[in-house]
């Protein structure tokens, strides 16, 4: 890429050109940027940021030091919390007597006891025993929310004073869709069981953390053992050792125990405080505290112990004069909400209760796992030690700040947020690849930095050059001048005020230019020192440019007297150096001004105006990218505009995702595949019923009569047949005498039969001739009695032979119609001309005498010629209908249906209709509905949403019905009853 003046640029943009810069590693040598980022047991003092695709200072997380009067968190009071999918939050209170529940945007906690309440007393006159029994109320540890929405609690065993075991320990299942009491789940005897924590597991179930016996169980969706090993026959056969609360029938022999076991060993493990489930189904056990004092986090797969992973490697990204001392003790872990190509997040809260500190879990590529310490600052206020809740299970989160958890802090449940509070590191270096200007004794110009340097830091640059790049290395660096921040915004006209580089001098942000003093050779590299002023804010680089040659004024400008002293020649070289860089960029915007008129390249702002050269007015909420593809396909869309190809190609530019260059190579074929909007013309949709077309109505074929209706080859005799027998069969005593007619008889009666008889046996009711017969016999009768010579209230038949009916006929015609009936007879007139192209022709054909087709009338006799015959049928049954209808079409926006969220149909449908009226011819009327763009006879759709079967014609897959808002026949009425799993779940 060149200036005006011929200059080219080095550039480094994005992680790639970064981290090929070197920096120095600890161990002194210089390291690739790439390398470093990548070597877990290396301290960087710069990262790549993906969200500002920038360089910047190391974050560094800092400690959230609890105030004097703060209490650590209750490891008691961690009895057990969870979430539903809709937001409630459970949590076990009083001493593991009760769980109370949150409920979803509740502006105070509604508390609702689940535990067993004590027996109503026994009322006067009924039975009782002497002694009332005492409620037992059991102690519950434990809570988790599997994803068939069943609230799972644990009961701890009971034991006398002894130590005896009395009853033994178990599980309380709610379930939160039906309600009623609870389900209670024994516990075999024999197998040692005292839950302390649980976890739901995805797709259902949930894991149980056995502290006191170092054991995890898995329970299946039916809550039902979930066998880690293989149960072998002998173990199938015995008895179930599941038994309801009041069966005391023995237990049978243990079978082999479908769980696995904690290992405990020197290298720790043996304080397993909390659990949780990951994607893949394995299980992760948090230790509060290792041999070396930090939290242990230990990943069981398929129950043999894959990984056991230390919380050491925190102090990576916390504050050096934080590091001393300071040791993470796990207090409780939960899995933050990411998205599912991210790796796993695992967030630990401290002992201190004040803060919380997160880990990516990454699989490398030999299958070994490791930690990643996240740097973020993840403060809690007053956290009382009830635990971390995940409450969003199912779906992103609102921000990405947001961890999706939940803590209890000052006796509300806050969420865990990042707060954006991080210290950068105080400094940090690096030197830039090679730079080559392929011209030997190059002078290089410049070097411009796109990014943000906050007011007190500082970016420092030095360069060396060389016309060898084996001499390089041996250069000394020479210190350049601060870089200065442009205020006219990048000196590349495409990047003015881009989303990037837009200038802001109060916060650094904008393009910052430095004039390099005496860097000449054919190879220059940078050494950039970025310093933070508090460590509380950082530079930011986005992209760095080195400009090389310079365009030299006084060598091209100015006589060779100037250049004679070498000293005062560099000083003018680079005094006028500076009016050339404000020069250079308004010549690149002359240069480039032809940028501006390309709708590829114009800037958003500037595609209205752009727009306006072509007679568009562009809808502001258009997107900038639509706009370009409608301006840029103007000319087709205004060569077709109107046309069913230009209505369907634009409406398609405004609502698809998908417009193809090609598409718009007007014209072309009509549309074959079932996708994107439809443009329906009504005058060619089906108007008769199947059953007059000769189609089955029904799913079983049938015989069809040949004969059904009147056709053309059975003559007017046939329709008079036809005719009669109608009558007859409605009852009509001289249906014999009745002969048919263009146009209705006078009796009111037969006229009803005549209609009906016209739609049943014609598909349409002849209209034309009774109107002009009408208007006729009115004009008539308004003439003076001496003017009515010759002339009768039935049309013509033949041109009449008197010239003052012949006038007057000509006068009738012309301008004795309305308007509507006028247009309507020259539809008539104009068919037989363009059927005969001569009068003459039509005269024979029809034995008739006129001397134009532009007087000739609508037939008030049936024609009993073949061709008259043939005319009059054709366009009184044919050509009429679709006239009526030429002017009204339909748009079809494609819809996923059920998929398809109400709001954003209607915002769709509110598009279309808006682009067709502005793009519609005038005398059109149109409407909009929407089509199920899912599997056809024919085609199919590939991918996730493939339906097979009845596809968008099964009624489970209409969307419920709204009221002014639903269209009829693409939606249903919605019903009470709906199964989930294993339930029927009954509606309010």
């Given at each position: 890429m060149k200036d005006a003046n011929g200059s080219r640029f080095e550039l480094l943009l994005g992680e790639p050109d970064w981290g090929r810069c070197r920096a120095p590693a600890a161990d002194g040598s210089l390291r690739p940027l790439a390398a470093i980022w990548s070597d877990e047991d290396e301290a960087e003092s710069l990262v790549f940021e993906p969200e500002s695709q920038s360089l910047t200072l190391a974050p560094r997380v800092a400690r959230f030091r609890a105030a004097p009067t703060d209490t650590p968190a209750d490891a008691a009071r961690r009895l057990g919390a969870a979430s539903d999918a809709f937001g409630n939050v459970y949590w076990i209170a009083q001493g593991g007597a009760r769980i109370e529940v949150l409920a979803r945007d509740g502006l105070v906690p509604a508390l609702h006891s689940l535990a067993e309440d004590a027996p109503e007393a026994a009322g006067e006159g009924d039975f009782a025993p002497l002694t009332a029994p005492v409620a037992r109320t059991r102690v519950l540890r434990g809570l988790a929310v599997t994803a068939q929405h069943h609230l799972v609690a644990g009961v701890l065993p009971e034991r006398d004073a002894t130590g005896t075991l009395v009853t033994a320990g178990g599980l309380r299942v709610y379930d939160l869709l039906a309600g009623g009491p609870p389900l209670p789940v024994r516990w075999p005897r024999h197998w040692p069981f005292e839950p302390f924590a649980i976890a739901s597991r995805p797709g259902g179930g949930v894991a149980v953390l056995d502290r006191t016996h170092a054991r995890v169980w898995l329970l299946d969706r039916r809550l039902g053992m979930h066998a880690v090993f293989p149960v072998e026959a002998a173990d199938a056969s015995q008895p179930d050792d599941f038994t309801g609360e009041d069966d005391r029938t023995p237990a049978a022999p243990a079978p082999r125990q479908p769980w696995f076991a904690l290992v405990v060993d020197a290298a720790g493990g043996g304080d397993p405080v909390a659990l949780a489930v990951l994607r893949d189904h394995s299980v992760l056990v948090l230790d509060g505290e290792g041999a070396d004092g930090f939290a242990l986090l230990s990943f069981y797969e398929a129950g043999a112990l894959r990984a056991r992973l230390s919380t050491r490697c925190i102090l990576d990204v916390l504050d050096a004069d934080e590091r001393e001392g300071f040791v993470l003790r796990g207090h409780d872990a939960a899995l933050a909400v990411v998205a599912d190509d991210q790796p796993e997040r695992i967030v630990v809260a401290s002992h201190e209760g004040n803060q919380c500190f997160a880990f990516d879990l990454v699989e490398e590529d030999d299958g070994t796992l490791r930690l990643k310490p996240v740097r973020s600052f993840l403060p809690m206020r007053r956290f009382a030690g009830k635990g971390l809740v995940r409450r969003r299970p199912d779906g992103p989160v609102a921000m990405p700040e947001d961890t999706g958890l939940l803590y209890d802090g000052a006796g509300v449940w806050l969420p865990l947020v990042r707060e954006r509070r991080p210290r950068y590191a105080p400094t940090g270096e690096f030197e830039t690849p090679v730079f080559d200007s392929g011209e030997p004794a190059c002078t290089w110009h410049r070097v411009v930095v796109d990014g943000c340097i906050p007011p007190g830091s500082q970016v420092r640059i030095a360069t060396r050059a060389s016309d060898l790049a084996l001499e390089l290395p041996d250069q000394p660096y020479r210190s350049e001048p601060l870089p200065v921040l442009r205020p006219d915004g990048s000196e590349l006209p495409w990047l003015q005020d881009g989303p990037t580089v837009r200038t802001d001098a109060a916060h650094g942000r904008g393009a910052w230019e430095l004039l390099l003093q005496r860097a000449r050779g054919r190879y220059l590299q940078l050494h950039v020192v970025v310093d933070s002023a508090d460590e509380l804010a950082t530079p930011r680089l986005f992209a760095l440019r080195a400009w090389s040659p310079r365009f030299s004024y006084a060598r091209r400008y100015l006589p060779a007297v100037?250049?004679?002293?070498?000293?005062?020649?560099?000083?003018?070289?680079?005094?006028?150096?500076?009016?050339?860089?404000?020069?250079?960029?308004?010549?690149?915007?002359?240069?480039?001004?032809?940028?501006?008129?390309?709708?590829?390249?114009?800037?958003?702002?500037?595609?209205?105006?752009?727009?306006?050269?072509?007679?568009?007015?562009?809808?502001?909420?258009?997107?900038?990218?639509?706009?370009?593809?409608?301006?840029?396909?103007?000319?087709?869309?205004?060569?077709?505009?109107?046309?069913?190809?230009?209505?369907?190609?634009?409406?398609?530019?405004?609502?698809?995702?998908?417009?193809?260059?090609?598409?718009?190579?007007?014209?072309?074929?009509?549309?074959?595949?079932?996708?994107?909007?439809?443009?329906?013309?009504?005058?060619?949709?089906?108007?008769?019923?199947?059953?007059?077309?000769?189609?089955?109505?029904?799913?079983?074929?049938?015989?069809?009569?040949?004969?059904?209706?009147?056709?053309?080859?059975?003559?007017?005799?046939?329709?008079?047949?036809?005719?009669?027998?109608?009558?007859?069969?409605?009852?009509?005593?001289?249906?014999?005498?009745?002969a048919f007619a263009p146009v209705p008889p006078p009796d009111a009666t037969v006229a009803a039969a005549w209609q009906r008889f016209c739609a049943a046996q014609l598909g349409a009711v002849p209209q034309l001739a009774e109107a002009l017969r009408a208007r006729w016999a009115a004009t008539v009768t308004a003439?003076?009695?001496?003017?009515?010579?010759?002339?009768?209230?039935?049309?013509?038949?033949?041109?009449?032979?008197?010239?003052?009916?012949?006038?007057?006929?000509?006068?009738?015609?012309?301008?004795?119609?309305?308007?509507?009936?006028?247009?309507?007879?020259?539809?008539?007139?104009?068919?037989?001309?363009?059927?005969?192209?001569?009068?003459?022709?039509?005269?024979?054909?029809?034995?008739?005498?006129?001397?134009?087709?532009?007087?000739?009338?609508?037939?008030?006799?049936?024609?009993?010629?073949?061709?008259?015959?043939?005319?009059?049928?054709?366009?009184?049954?044919?050509?009429?209908?679709?006239?009526?209808?030429?002017?009204?079409?339909?748009?079809?926006?494609?819809t996923s249906g059920p998929l398809e969220r109400a709001e954003v149909l209607a915002g769709r449908m509110d598009w279309a209709r808006r682009v067709v009226a502005l793009e519609k011819p005038a005398h059109t009327v149109f409407d909009v509905g929407p089509y199920w763009a899912l599997f056809r006879t024919g085609f199919a759709r590939l991918g996730l949403d493939t339906l097979l079967g009845e596809g968008s014609r099964a009624p489970s897959l209409a969307p419920q019905l709204v009221v002014a808002q639903g269209q009829v026949g693409a939606s249903r009425i919605a019903f009470g009853k709906q199964s989930d799993g294993d339930r029927l779940v009954l509606a309010c």
């Open positions: 100037y250049r004679e002293d070498e000293a005062s020649f560099d000083f003018l070289e680079r005094f006028l150096a500076n009016f050339e860089g404000m020069f250079t960029a308004l010549e690149d915007r002359i240069a480039a001004a032809a940028a501006l008129f390309d709708v590829r390249t114009a800037p958003a702002e500037t595609l209205d105006w752009l727009a306006g050269w072509l007679g568009l007015v562009l809808d502001p909420a258009v997107s900038p990218d639509r706009k370009r593809e409608l301006i840029r396909f103007a000319v087709p869309l205004f060569r077709y505009r109107g046309t069913t190809q230009g209505l369907r190609l634009v409406t398609e530019l405004v609502l698809s995702d998908c417009v193809r260059p090609e598409d718009f190579a007007l014209p072309q074929r009509s549309q074959q595949q079932p996708r994107g909007v439809r443009i329906v013309e009504r005058f060619l949709a089906r108007r008769l019923p199947r059953a007059l077309l000769g189609e089955t109505v029904v799913d079983a074929p049938r015989r069809v009569q040949p004969g059904d209706r009147w056709s053309v080859q059975e003559g007017p005799e046939g329709l008079d047949r036809r005719f009669r027998a109608a009558l007859a069969d409605e009852g009509f005593e001289d249906a014999d005498s009745q003439l003076p009695e001496a003017d009515r010579h010759g002339l009768g209230p039935e049309l013509p038949r033949d041109w009449p032979a008197n010239a003052n009916a012949q006038a007057l006929w000509r006068r009738f015609v012309t301008q004795g119609l309305p308007r509507d009936l006028r247009r309507w007879l020259a539809r008539w007139q104009a068919f037989l001309a363009r059927r005969y192209g001569r009068i003459d022709a039509y005269a024979r054909a029809w034995a008739a005498n006129w001397p134009a087709f532009d007087l000739v009338p609508a037939p008030a006799v049936l024609p009993r010629a073949q061709h008259a015959l043939a005319d009059w049928a054709l366009f009184e049954t044919r050509l009429e209908p679709m006239a009526a209808a030429a002017h009204r079409f339909l748009v079809l926006v494609p």
